[in-house]
């Protein structure tokens, strides 16, 4: 193998209550990455748009990605890489883990696959690490895993795919104003409330149960952060309006979308999706924030390869 280009998507961390826990795979939405042999050993970069990012290979998020996986496995060897970014950096919906997981997913391949998947999401937090000041796994294992990812535990890493109910369709509203993960997680409080917690830790085990189950009423019903969404939603323009408004016009459940902007909802049914984004992006329509609206499956592949030579 020479060259080789990947798809890697978009993922929504948190699923409303179950912050730096969960997250899922979207459809469509995400970088194209080419990685290509050099005889020049390292990691060279390059931004095929978004040329805001740094291509300084300890700065970028692919780039750190790269630089520990070719340090581990032979640092003479030498790739360069070309990221096309589908998603815009601080959208809420995984962009940096995106390019991470790409990075970690196309390297492996380009080096002939030494590490296993739980070693490609330890490499990919590195990214994160980069991104937010945090290595949080939320993003990265459903962008490489596909599906809906429960990390139960980041250290050792303890991954675990959750089932995902036939139907299930997510709605995105994006507004196009950026949120830093790193400041969105400044904000938040450092200790809370017993009762929040047995509150919170309550809708995590239904919100599962509900996507054991298929029980579209129960994951529903809790769907619902009182740690978390209370603080960060004044970050995002009208998200109150928002989220009644989809729950309005028939959603199941909705929430932020990792640290925001962005915001989420789940709906029963493709079409019940659909005017669920349209019915949350008549809100902004009608105050003037400019936005871009997505309704997606849940993807169950993750990254993907594009082509190879
Ligand atoms: N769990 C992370 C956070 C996700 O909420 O800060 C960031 O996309």
């Not at 040329?51 to 030498?78: D, F, H, Q």
């Not at 196309?106 to 000041?133: H, Q, R, W, Y």
């Not at 984004?277 to 990254?303: L, P, Q, W």
Request: proline share 5%; charged share 20%; hydrophobic share 40%.
């Amino acid at each position: 193998m020479y060259k080789l280009t990947i798809f890697s998507p978009a993922t929504i961390a948190n699923v409303s209550c179950a912050f730096d826990i969960m997250g899922f795979s979207l459809e469509g939405i995400g970088d194209e990455i080419t990685f290509k042999k050099s005889k020049d050993p390292g990691v060279k970069i390059k931004m095929l748009n978004h040329t805001e990012l740094s291509e300084i290979p300890s700065r970028n998020v692919a780039g750190v990605v790269a630089k520990a996986m070719l340090e581990v496995v032979n640092p003479s060897y030498g790739i360069e890489i070309e990221l096309l970014k589908g998603i815009k950096p601080g959208s809420g919906i995984g962009s940096s883990a995106a390019s991470a997981a790409g990075a970690a997913y196309g390297m492996n391949l380009i080096l002939d696959k030494p590490f296993k998947t739980n070693e490609l999401v330890e490499f990919a937090m590195l990214g994160e690490e980069l991104a937010s000041g945090v290595k949080h796994a939320d993003n990265v294992a459903p962008a490489l895993m596909g599906g809906i990812t429960l990390v139960r535990n980041h250290h050792p890493l303890d991954l675990i795919s959750l089932p995902v109910p036939e139907g299930l369709s997510v709605s995105v509203l994006h507004p196009l104003i950026e949120v830093e993960t790193k400041k969105a997680r400044k904000l938040l409080k450092e200790e809370v409330l017993l009762t929040d917690a047995v509150t919170q830790w309550g809708n995590i085990a239904g919100l599962i149960s509900g996507l054991f189950l298929s029980d579209f009423d129960l994951i529903g019903r809790s769907m619902q952060d009182v740690i978390v969404e209370p603080v960060r939603s004044i970050l995002i323009p009208l998200f109150d309006t928002i989220k009644k408004t989809a729950l309005n016009s028939g959603a199941i459940g909705c929430g932020i979308s990792g640290s925001g902007p962005s915001v989420f909802a789940f709906s029963n049914g493709s079409e019940t999706g659909k005017k669920v984004s349209e019915t949350m992006a008549e809100v902004y329509k009608n105050s003037g924030v400019e936005y871009k609206i997505y309704t997606s499956g849940i993807n169950k592949d993750g990254v993907k390869i594009l082509g190879v030579i």
